[in-house]
């Protein structure tokens, strides 16, 4: 523990003080105000920016990856009343990511009880150094693959997709990572099954919105990916409903039709589609459909 306050005041006598700044235009500017100050704090380094899936991605005095998403702090700037407010909530903001950062150290243990799955794209898990300028360089096959440097625990899902492992905190939604397993003697599998038991009891606060053959997910806006892993509840929803296609939208949004309905699950590719998708976070366009009681590509 003394080591772990040890860490955070360094981190804290590390950072920068921001000068006053402009009222960033969209998440793109703000994404670029967290990389420029996080790179003047010599504790943190490998510092890469997803603009495509608005994320920031570093590591901590020798941990991680940690992520970061920009939406909640560029919500505050762009809300701010002056150049000055804006500058001490940037300030506060990336002190409360490193000191998250420096609480996720290896020996701080990981509270199986608030554990969950999400779906990510298979990109998020791979190590800094290993991304390309082009994505598809370094994409495993549809499936997912085990034999990437996934640091990210994380097992394969379907189609460009992974099931990774989170932990709900106080402060933050923390990844899992495999050195974290290793160093709390943890089975990736185990803790899997744990998350997937955890995620039930939320399923029954879970919301399905419609409009017309359209369906979508709703929940809290961080956790609407993990309920493709509750068998039960699709299991159930096909008994009624028939067959499922879906597509996993964003991290918030996963959107769903019958997969007897021709015209809706065109109108869903449709929806989807690269060069229309304009939601944020995105994580796929491919659909998927379950065979057997799985998840997996729908074509």
Do not use: C
Not at 117 to 125: A, C, D, F, T
Not at 152 to 177: G, Q
């Amino acid at each position: 523990m003394r080591l772990l306050w040890a860490a955070i005041v360094t981190l804290i006598l590390a950072t920068p003080v921001v000068a006053d700044i402009a009222a960033p235009k969209n998440v793109d500017e703000t994404l670029v105000l967290m990389r420029d100050q996080l790179s003047a704090n010599t504790l943190i380094t490998d510092i890469v920016v997803d603009f495509d899936e608005s994320y920031i991605k570093f590591q901590f005095d020798g941990t991680g990856p940690h992520i970061s998403f920009p939406d909640n702090l560029h919500s505050l700037l762009s809300n701010a009343g002056t150049d000055a407010e804006r500058s001490e909530i940037l300030a506060t903001y990336l002190q409360n990511i490193a000191a998250g950062a420096a609480g996720s150290q290896l020996d701080a243990p990981i509270n199986v009880q608030n554990v969950y799955p999400v779906i990510r794209h298979q990109s998020l898990g791979l190590m800094p150094t290993n991304l390309h300028a082009d994505p598809d360089q370094n994409a495993p096959p549809e499936g997912g693959s085990d034999d990437q440097d996934y640091t990210l625990a994380s097992s394969p899902f379907a189609a460009d997709m992974r099931v990774y492992l989170v932990e709900d905190t106080p402060r933050t939604i923390k990844f899992i990572t495999q050195d974290m397993l290793v160093s709390q003697k943890l089975s990736a599998q185990s803790l899997k099954q744990q998350a997937v038991k955890n995620l039930r009891e939320l399923t029954q606060d879970l919301e399905v919105r419609s409009q017309d053959d359209l369906h979508m997910l709703a929940y809290d806006s961080n956790f609407e990916t993990s309920f493709l892993m509750d068998d039960e509840y699709w299991d159930d929803l096909e008994t009624q409903s028939g067959p499922i296609v879906a597509v996993v939208a964003a991290r918030d949004l996963v959107l769903f039709v019958n997969g007897n309905d021709a015209k809706a699950v065109t109108d869903l590719r449709d929806l989807v589609h690269p060069s229309v998708n304009l939601f944020s976070y995105p994580v796929s366009t491919a659909l998927i459909t379950r065979k057997d009681g799985r998840w997996q590509a729908y074509d």
